[in-house]
C-alpha cells in the first residue's frame, strides 16, 4: 500500500527510542512507519527534517523545535510559541497537496480537522489517531466543537486509542475502530525479573500537576519507600510546578530527580526499582508508561483512572486504587496500601501482558485493516485531486496537550 504517515507536531522529531528522550506519540509514528516499511508497504513520512525513520521523509520543518533549541545552546530563543500549533499542521498540509496519490494518509496531528475541512470531497482519505483527551473539562469546548464539526466528514476517519477515550468523548465522534497503542519489544531488552529488589519506587511521568506526581511523593514517604522521579519539564507552567512543588521536597537518598532520561537509563530504572508509581488524576487516553513498566516486568501503582484500568489487570500486573476517598481527596491511603501489596505481583504476568496485548505488531495489523478499508474508497475516487489547503481556517493560540 501507498501510505502517508503525518507526524503530530514540529515539536519533536520521530526517531527511535534510543535517539530520543521524549515523545509517547512520537515512538508510537515511529513504530507505525518501521513495521509498516518492514511488511514491504510504500510509506512516506511527514515530519521534521532531522526524524530518523525507514521511510522516506518529507521535511516539514527543517529541525524540531527542541532539537533546534538543543542544538543553539539552553539560552536561545524557542522560534514558535508552545500554544501555537499552526506549524503542526505543516506535515498535513504537505500530504494533502503533494502531486503523487497516497491510498491514506494517517495524521497525528491534534487540531487536523482545521485542514480536513477544506478537502470538500476531493476524495483523499485522512484517517486521524486522536493522542489526546476528548473531554470538553480537559480540552476545552473550543476544541471539542472543532472536532464535533468533522463527526460526519466522509473523507476524514477517527481512530481512538482507548474505550475511556470514547466513552468521555464530547465531540459525539463516530469511530473507525480502537486501537490500543503497541511498543517494539526489542526496544525494551530486560529479560524476566525477579520480585522485589530494593525498597524504590520509580515515578516516570511528565513534570505536571495532572500526573499526581505530588501524590506518588506523599504515598511513597507513608509507605516507607524511596522515590526516584524522572521525566521532562516542559517550558513554562511545568516549570514552574517543579521549581515550586516538587524541588523543595527533593532529599538525596530518599527522593531524587532523575531529570529526562533517555531510553537506556528509563529502562535501567525500571528494571532495578521495586514497581512505578503513576498516580495520574486525569483521564489519561491511553498511557504509554504502563505499558513500558510491564514490557519491562514491572508491576505498577495507580489510580483507577481514564484507560489506565484497560491496560493494567488490577491484582494481576499491578494495582489500581480509587483516585478519591470518601472526603473527596485524593486517595493517598489506598495507593499506601496498593504499595504494601506490591510483592504479590509476579512480574511474569507484567511482561506477558504486554506481549499478548500492546506491541506494535498488533497496534500495526490493526491499523493495517483500517487502511485497506478506506483505501478502496480512495480507489473508487482516484480521477479526484485534493483541494488546496485554506490557511485561513486556522486558529492562533490553539491549546495542545502533548503526552
Known amino acids: 500500500m501507498k501510505i502517508a504517515i503525518v507526524a503530530p507536531s514540529v515539536w519533536y522529531r520521530i526517531a527511535p527510542p534510543h535517539e530520543s528522550k521524549y515523545g509517547g506519540a512520537e515512538k508510537i509514528v515511529y513504530w507505525i512507519c518501521e513495521k509498516l516499511v518492514e511488511w514491504g508497504h510504500d510509506v512516506t513520512l511527514f515530519a521534521t527534517g532531522d526524524s530518523i525513520t525507514s521511510a522516506k521523509l518529507v521535511p516539514t520543518y527543517p529541525c524540531s523545535v527542541l532539537g533546534q533549541d538543543i542544538k543553539n545552546g539552553k ?29 491514506v494518509i494517517h495524521s497525528h496531528v491534534y487540531g487536523d480537522p482545521l ?27 473550543e476544541n471539542i466543537m472543532l472536532y464535533r464539526s468533522a463527526r460526519n466528514r466522509k473523507h476524514h476517519r477517527f481512530v481512538a486509542i482507548s474505550k475511556s477515550q470514547t466513552i468521555h ?9 480502537i486501537v490500543y497503542n503497541g511498543i517494539d519489544l526489542s526496544s525494551y531488552k530486560t529479560g524476566r525479573r525477579l520480585k522485589r529488589k530494593n525498597d524504590t519506587l520509580l515515578c516516570l511521568s511528565r513534570i505536571d500537576p495532572q500526573k499526581g506526581i505530588e501524590f506518588a511523593i506523599d504515598a511513597a514517604q507513608e509507605a516507607g519507600m524511596k522515590l526516584i522521579i524522572a521525566g521532562r519539564k516542559h517550558p513554562g507552567k511545568e516549570e514552574e510546578f517543579f521549581k515550586d512543588r516538587i524541588e523543595p521536597r527533593l532529599q538525596k537518598g530518599v527522593l531524587e530527580y532523575a531529570g529526562e532520561v533517555s531510553n537506556e537509563e528509563k529502562i535501567k530504572l525500571l528494571s532495578v526499582t521495586t ?36 491496560i ?26 496498593a504499595i504494601k501489596r506490591i510483592d504479590q505481583i509476579d512480574p511474569t504476568d507484567c511482561f506477558d501482558h504486554v506481549k499478548k496485548n500492546f506491541t506494535a ?33 486556522m486558529h492562533e493560540n490553539f491549546p495542545i496537550e502533548v503526552y
Open 75 to 103: 539560552d536561545s530563543k524557542i522560534s514558535i510559541s508552545w500554544n501555537d500549533i499552526n506549524d503542526n499542521f505543516l506535515g498535513l498540509r504537505k500530504a494533502l497537496e503533494v502531486e503523487e496519490k497516497f491510498e
Open 275 to 310: 514497581g512505578v508509581i503513576f498516580p495520574s488524576f486525569w483521564r489519561e487516553p491511553f498511557g504509554l508508561v504502563p505499558v513500558e513498566a510491564g514490557a519491562c516486568s514491572t508491576p505498577l501503582i495507580g489510580f483507577e483512572c481514564g484507560a489506565i484500568p484497560e
Open 361 to 393: 505488531d498488533i497496534m500495526v495489523e490493526n491499523y493495517l485493516n483500517i487502511y485497506k478499508e478506506l483505501s478502496d474508497k480512495t480507489m473508487d475516487t482516484d480521477t479526484a485531486k485534493p483541494s488546496t489547503w485554506d490557511q485561513s481556517n
Open 115 to 141: 485542514v480536513t475541512s477544506s478537502l470538500n470531497g476531493s476524495g483523499v482519505q485522512v484517517l486521524s489517531t486522536i493522542h489526546n483527551s476528548m473531554s470538553a473539562k480537559d480540552m476545552g469546548w
Open 312 to 337: 493494567v489487570i488490577n491484582g494481576k500486573t499491578g494495582f489500581l486504587a480509587q483516585p478519591r476517598n470518601n472526603s473527596g481527596k485524593p486517595n493517598i491511603k489506598g495507593l499506601v496500601e
Open 169 to 177: 468523548d464530547d465531540a459525539g465522534l463516530s469511530y473507525k475502530d
